[in-house]
C-alpha cells in the first residue's frame, strides 16, 4: 500500500507541475515588457525573448523546465539572472522557522487545550475553550498581526515588529523576533486542532474499552493519556497535516506585516516582477512540501492504527 501512495503522490507531483507551468502562462502580460520597459523596440523584444527561449513551443519549455526541475534545476530569474534554486535557499530558513514553529506550537497548543476541554466536557474550562476556538477559527490573520504589532511591539516594546535573526547567529533574538509571527500563524490552526481534538476524544470516552478502564478507577487524565488518546489522535493528525498548507499559504501575509524575508516575499515580489521561472520555482517547492507532509500522514495512520494501514 505504502508502494501505491508513493506513486500517487508522484503523479500528483506530474499534474501540479503542468497546472504550476500553465497557470503561470495564463498571468496577463509580457515579461520582456517589464525587463525592457514600455519604450523598447520590436527588435529588442524580439531578441529577447529568443534568448529567454520564450519563442519555443509550449511543450518544448514544459520539458526543459521539467527536466531541470527533476535534476534540483529551476532556472534562473529573469531579472537577477540568479539561480531560482539558490534564491530559494537563500530564503527557505526563514520561512520553514515560521511554518514549522507554528506547526508546533497550534498541534501542542491545540491538543492540550482540546484534552482538557473533552475531560472537563460541560464545565467552566471546556465552555471558554469553544467559544476561544470559534473565535480564532473565525479571526484573520493579518489583523491579529496587525493589533500585535501595534500593542506589544510599537505600544510595549516587549517583542521587535520587523526583521529576522538567524537562528544559528542567536537563537534567544530568533525566537524573540519569531514570537510575533509564529503566535499570528498558529492562532487559527491551534483552534482548529483543539475543536477536532475535543470532539475526537469525546467521542472516544464512549467507547467500551474506554468505559471498562473508567469502571477499574482510572483518572479521567490517565484514561485519555495512556489509553484514548491514540485512537483518538486519528481524525486530528489529519486536522494537522492539513495545516501544512494553510500556513505555507498565509505565510505569505504574515511575511509581509512583520517584513520577513522568506519565501511569501519572494513570490509576491516576483509575481509583480513577471520574474517567470521564481514563480514556478517556489510554487512548486511549496506544493512539494505539502504533497510530501501529506503523505506521511497517510503513513502515520498505520502506527496510529494498523488497521487503516490495510485500507
Known amino acids: 500500500m505504502v508502494a501505491v501512495r508513493v506513486g500517487t503522490l508522484l503523479l500528483l507531483l506530474w499534474i501540479v507541475s ?12 509580457d515579461p520582456t515588457t517589464t525587463l525592457l520597459g514600455d519604450n523598447a523596440t520590436p527588435e529588442q523584444v524580439a531578441a529577447l525573448r529568443t534568448a529567454l527561449g520564450l519563442d519555443d513551443p509550449v511543450i518544448v519549455r514544459y520539458g526543459r523546465w521539467l527536466g531541470g526541475a527533476l535534476q534540483g534545476d529551476l532556472g534562473t530569474s529573469m531579472l537577477t539572472s540568479y539561480p531560482v534554486t539558490q534564491a530559494i535557499t537563500d530564503r527557505i530558513g526563514i520561512t520553514m522557522s515560521l511554518v514549522v514553529s507554528s506547526l508546533v506550537v497550534s498541534v501542542v497548543a491545540g491538543l492540550v487545550i482540546g484534552v482538557l ?62 514570537a510575533l509571527p509564529v503566535l499570528t ?62 500556513l505555507f499559504g498565509l505565510s505569505v501575509l504574515v ?29 512548486l517547492l511549496a506544493t512539494v512540501v505539502v504533497v510530501t507532509v501529506n503523505l506521511l500522514v497517510d503513513l502515520s495512520y498505520g502506527w496510529l492504527n494498523p488497521k487503516a494501514a490495510l485500507t
Open 185 to 246: 500563524l498558529a492562532a487559527g490552526g491551534a483552534a482548529e486542532v483543539a475543536r477536532q481534538t475535543r470532539a475526537s476524544v469525546v467521542d472516544t470516552l464512549q467507547l467500551d474499552f474506554v468505559r471498562t478502564l473508567q469502571a477499574k478507577g482510572l483518572s479521567p487524565l490517565s484514561v485519555v493519556g495512556k489509553h484514548a488518546l491514540r485512537t483518538a489522535l486519528i481524525p486530528v493528525v489529519t486536522v494537522a497535516g492539513l495545516q501544512v498548507s494553510r
Open 18 to 29: 503542468l497546472a504550476v507551468f500553465a497557470l503561470v502562462l495564463l498571468i496577463p502580460g
Open 117 to 178: 476541554a473533552a475531560v472537563r466536557q460541560g464545565g467552566w474550562f471546556d465552555r471558554i475553550a469553544l467559544l476561544g476556538s470559534s473565535v480564532g477559527i473565525a479571526m484573520p490573520n493579518f489583523w491579529l498581526g496587525l493589533v500585535l504589532v501595534t500593542f506589544l511591539g510599537a505600544d510595549l516594546g516587549l517583542f521587535p515588529t520587523t526583521g529576522y535573526v538567524d537562528l544559528g547567529a542567536d537563537p534567544v533574538q530568533w525566537a524573540h523576533h519569531l
Open 255 to 283: 511575511e509581509a506585516v512583520f517584513a520577513l524575508p522568506g519565501i511569501g516575499s519572494l513570490l509576491v515580489s516576483s509575481v509583480f516582477d513577471r520574474d517567470i521561472p521564481m514563480v514556478q520555482g517556489t510554487v
